[in-house]
């Protein structure tokens, strides 16, 4: 096998529970989701149903706090929850950014790819509108006094035959990934012996090999 | 907001790291009264023996009872002067010299530590200071260690080929996966990009055709030599 590979031993304990009997909480699956989408080079799928959850736990959470407010409870308790509460919206808030940067950033190739079912409502209303604009502000300040067949926002003019305007994520790439479970032998490169990934090691993987694996839920990237 | 890292840059800040360790249970003591706390932000990837906690319920608080809680409470109650912090098993002398010695005999091997050992140990050096023993000797302990270990990434770079497609690693911290990550990225995309015959083929092309392609760093184009 042509991979260097270091480490041997035992984890640290953490790990050895059995993802079966270890529950999850909404928080953990918010985390999880929040490192997959930050350390993903594309956009993944929203997670609607977590997102409702956890906006739903944040809003009691500010319900609560506001009760123990107004009937004057112990302040240590009080700013407790409240840092509870910042902490829980920080995540939620961090894992809507984040995907709204890559949304900007990659939203011509999005609305032209399977990566728009990805997306939520809101943010393909977002997309929507942040294409329209940036289309009309580009033909405004410089398309439109450009020659002709250079006007286009897809291509650099018109001989190209394929859209090559059009910014597009870097799948080409490698991503540190653990695996919750062990994937069995898994074909890794052309012309290489399949490998087996076991759970608890770290690897770095070649994005595109693994990314079933990532939209599946069985490998998370780190 | 603060915090928010730039995803092109590196896909971690450093904080953001912090924020995933601040999770992690440690034991304390406190020294008040205070409720059972129904929190929201509970980890629950847990070391063994923290298995037995009821979801989202810390306390009640008792004076001298010991109780586990998440490392953000024990700091922000610490920061009030209101718990002692024990200090974890792995973070006494004793455990860190034979880990350093471990660490030192083993050069192809990391000995297994917390996988936010880095944060955690920083965050109670920074904040609860009086509560460990030796403080200055774990200190220089940790940094120690973590020295040698990177000493080891360095070393693991070096073996870095164009016959490398994977690399597996065992027992890495976040920290350190978060410093490597660019290094052993760019090493193996580097050594993809030049290794792949399309890409020789394709550079080929480009150069009859001056053909610009596509990049995914945002819409740019070769400038024509002068």
Same mark, same amino acid.
């Given at each position: 096998?042509? !991979? !260097? !590979?270091?480490?041997?031993?035992?984890?640290?304990? !953490?790990?050895?529970v059995d993802p079966s009997i270890a529950m999850t909480t909404d928080v953990e699956l918010l985390k999880r989701a929040w490192r997959n989408e930050k350390a993903a080079p594309e956009i993944l799928q929203f997670q609607h149903e977590l997102v409702q959850r956890s906006s739903e736990q944040v809003q009691l959470m500010e319900e609560t706090v506001e009760d123990f407010e107004q009937n004057g409870a112990d302040p240590l308790t009080v700013s407790v929850y409240q840092m509870d509460l910042d902490r829980m919206q920080f995540l939620l808030r961090s894992y809507l950014r984040i995907r709204l940067q890559k949304i900007v950033k990659y939203m011509i190739h999005i609305s032209k790819s399977e990566a728009w079912s990805r997306l939520s409502e809101q943010e393909q209303k977002f997309s929507k509108r942040c294409m329209d604009d940036m289309e009309k502000h580009l033909n405004q300040s410089v398309l439109s006094r450009l020659p002709y067949g250079y006007q286009s926002i897809l291509k650099q003019s018109i001989s190209s035959e394929e859209d090559d305007m059009v910014p597009q994520p870097h799948l080409d790439t490698y991503v540190f990934c653990k695996s919750r479970t062990p994937l069995g032998a898994l074909q890794i490169a052309d012309g290489e012996d399949p490998m087996d990934v076991l759970a608890d090691f770290l690897y770095l993987f070649h994005y595109k090999s693994i990314r079933s694996f990532v939209e599946s839920g069985h490998v998370d990237l780190f | 907001?603060?915090?928010?890292?730039?995803?092109?840059?590196?896909?971690?800040?450093?904080?953001?790291?912090?924020?995933?360790?601040?999770? *992690?249970?440690?034991?304390?003591?406190?020294?008040?009264?205070?409720?059972?706390?129904?929190?929201?932000?509970?980890?629950?990837? &847990?070391?063994?023996?923290?298995?037995?906690?009821?979801q989202g319920d810390f306390g009640p608080f008792r004076p001298q009872m010991a109780t586990s809680v998440p490392l953000w409470l024990a700091v922000a109650l610490k920061k009030r002067g209101?718990?002692?912090?024990?200090?974890?098993?792995?973070?006494?002398?004793?455990?860190?010299?034979?880990?350093?010695?471990?660490?030192?005999?083993?050069?192809a091997q990391f000995q297994p530590l917390p996988f936010h050992y880095v944060e955690i140990s920083r965050l109670l050096f920074d904040n609860a200071r009086d509560d460990?023993?030796?403080?200055?000797?774990?200190? @220089?302990? =940790? *940094?120690?260690?973590?020295?040698?270990? &990177? $000493?080891?990434?360095?070393?693991?770079?070096?073996?870095?080929?164009?016959?490398? $497609?994977?690399?597996?690693?065992?027992?890495? @911290?976040?920290?350190?996966?978060? =410093?490597?990550?660019?290094?052993?990225?760019r090493?193996?995309?580097? &050594?993809?990009? $030049?290794?792949?015959?399309?890409m020789i083929h394709h550079q080929q092309d480009a150069m009859s055709s001056r053909q610009a392609h596509p990049q995914d760093d945002g819409p740019r184009r070769d400038l024509r030599r002068r």
């Amino acid at each position: 096998m042509a !991979s !260097s !590979s270091e480490g041997l031993g035992l984890g640290f304990g !953490s790990e050895d529970v059995d993802p079966s009997i270890a529950m999850t909480t909404d928080v953990e699956l918010l985390k999880r989701a929040w490192r997959n989408e930050k350390a993903a080079p594309e956009i993944l799928q929203f997670q609607h149903e977590l997102v409702q959850r956890s906006s739903e736990q944040v809003q009691l959470m500010e319900e609560t706090v506001e009760d123990f407010e107004q009937n004057g409870a112990d302040p240590l308790t009080v700013s407790v929850y409240q840092m509870d509460l910042d902490r829980m919206q920080f995540l939620l808030r961090s894992y809507l950014r984040i995907r709204l940067q890559k949304i900007v950033k990659y939203m011509i190739h999005i609305s032209k790819s399977e990566a728009w079912s990805r997306l939520s409502e809101q943010e393909q209303k977002f997309s929507k509108r942040c294409m329209d604009d940036m289309e009309k502000h580009l033909n405004q300040s410089v398309l439109s006094r450009l020659p002709y067949g250079y006007q286009s926002i897809l291509k650099q003019s018109i001989s190209s035959e394929e859209d090559d305007m059009v910014p597009q994520p870097h799948l080409d790439t490698y991503v540190f990934c653990k695996s919750r479970t062990p994937l069995g032998a898994l074909q890794i490169a052309d012309g290489e012996d399949p490998m087996d990934v076991l759970a608890d090691f770290l690897y770095l993987f070649h994005y595109k090999s693994i990314r079933s694996f990532v939209e599946s839920g069985h490998v998370d990237l780190f | 907001m603060a915090g928010q890292s730039d995803p092109s840059l590196s896909m971690f800040s450093a904080a953001e790291v912090e924020f995933l360790a601040e999770d *992690e249970m440690v034991e304390i003591v406190p020294n008040l009264n205070m409720d059972t706390l129904n929190l929201i932000c509970v980890n629950f990837i &847990f070391f063994g023996y923290f298995l037995s906690l009821s979801q989202g319920d810390f306390g009640p608080f008792r004076p001298q009872m010991a109780t586990s809680v998440p490392l953000w409470l024990a700091v922000a109650l610490k920061k009030r002067g209101k718990c002692t912090i024990r200090c974890p098993q792995w973070m006494s002398v004793e455990k860190l010299t034979q880990v350093l010695e471990a660490e030192r005999d083993s050069p192809a091997q990391f000995q297994p530590l917390p996988f936010h050992y880095v944060e955690i140990s920083r965050l109670l050096f920074d904040n609860a200071r009086d509560d460990i023993p030796d403080m200055y000797m774990a200190r @220089s302990l =940790i *940094e120690d260690i973590r020295d040698v270990r &990177f $000493h080891k990434f360095e070393s693991g770079l070096e073996k870095i080929s164009s016959s490398t $497609h994977v690399v597996k690693l065992k027992n890495l @911290s976040a920290m350190e996966v978060n =410093i490597v990550r660019p290094f052993f990225v760019r090493a193996l995309q580097a &050594f993809a990009k $030049h290794d792949s015959p399309q890409m020789i083929h394709h550079q080929q092309d480009a150069m009859s055709s001056r053909q610009a392609h596509p990049q995914d760093d945002g819409p740019r184009r070769d400038l024509r030599r002068r």
